[in-house]
């Protein structure tokens, strides 16, 4: 109350903490409310594939400006490093697989910062922004945003399912590419996430 304001503490050494108050009584007891904040020493690249309900793999392929086959990239453990140009189209296949039938699932799959989404629903995409296949299964509902794509299942049966997402290389510099996932929408401990990855963006060679 406005009588006995809150005491606000902030510790950054995460250690053990002790509550000592000498005017308590069982009518007038204390309430101590703990807020934790804190970030991991490693980056998102670094982050291991896990499975709780979901198993959820990513490979990155590079398209051939020539058309010849693209250079497949497998991101099956972590941090592996992705070496592009400024310019570059790659497409992006996850692949989810779900045991069970279940509904409300989300899976989500985003980009380096240093990626610009394609679009091939716009009027003016390119003809390199369509992947080369559509999800498996349509999706109830999809959100293409810049720095990742969203697809959403009402339900989702069991199989395998697999989506593809093409960017391109816009920004130079090393950019962290998190791990894509998927997740209940209201039971976030059924889940399941790739490997996180490093891309590399180089600029564009100078002519000669």
């Given at each position: 109350?406005?009588?006995?304001?809150?005491?606000?503490?902030?510790?950054?050494?995460?250690?053990?903490?002790?509550?000592?108050?000498?005017?308590?009584?069982?009518?007038?007891?204390?309430?101590?409310?703990?807020?934790?904040?804190?970030?991991?020493?490693?980056?998102?690249?670094?982050?291991?594939?896990?499975?709780?309900?979901?198993?959820?793999?990513?490979?990155?392929?590079?398209?051939?400006?020539?058309?010849?086959?693209?250079?497949?990239?497998?991101?099956?453990?972590?941090?592996?490093?992705?070496?592009?140009?400024?310019?570059?189209v790659v497409e992006d296949t996850?692949?989810?697989?779900?045991?069970?039938?279940?509904?409300?699932?989300?899976?989500?799959?985003?980009?380096?910062?240093?990626?610009?989404?394609?679009?091939?629903?716009?009027?003016?995409?390119?003809?390199?922004?369509?992947?080369?296949?559509?999800?498996?299964?349509?999706?109830?509902?999809?959100?293409?945003?810049?720095?990742?794509?969203?697809?959403?299942?009402?339900?989702?049966?069991?199989?395998?399912?697999?989506?593809?997402?093409?960017?391109?290389?816009?920004?130079?510099?090393?950019?962290?590419?998190?791990?894509?996932?998927?997740?209940?929408?209201?039971?976030?401990?059924?889940?399941?996430?790739?490997?996180?990855?490093?891309?590399?963006?180089?600029?564009?060679?100078?002519?000669?």
């Open positions: 109350s406005g009588k006995h304001p809150l005491e606000h503490f902030t510790l950054t050494d995460g250690g053990p903490l002790t509550v000592t108050a000498s005017a308590v009584t069982p009518e007038h007891p204390v309430s101590v409310q703990s807020d934790l904040t804190w970030l991991p020493v490693e980056d998102g690249s670094t982050v291991a594939p896990a499975a709780a309900g979901f198993v959820v793999t990513r490979e990155t392929d590079m398209l051939d400006k020539g058309g010849g086959p693209p250079t497949r990239i497998a991101l099956d453990h972590p941090a592996v490093e992705v070496k592009l140009a400024v310019g570059d996850v692949e989810l697989v779900n045991p069970a039938e279940r509904n409300h699932v989300a899976i989500v799959v985003p980009f380096a910062a240093g990626m610009e989404p394609l679009n091939p629903t716009l009027a003016t995409a390119p003809p390199e922004a369509t992947p080369s296949a559509p999800p498996t299964l349509e999706p109830s509902y999809t959100a293409l945003l810049d720095d990742r794509v969203e697809y959403f299942y009402d339900t989702l049966p069991k199989g395998t399912f697999v989506f593809r997402v093409r960017t391109k290389a816009a920004v130079p510099g090393r950019f962290i590419q998190p791990a894509a996932e998927a997740r209940l929408m209201y039971e976030d401990a059924v889940n399941g996430h790739g490997a996180g990855a490093m891309i590399a963006i180089e600029r564009p060679a100078a002519p000669e």
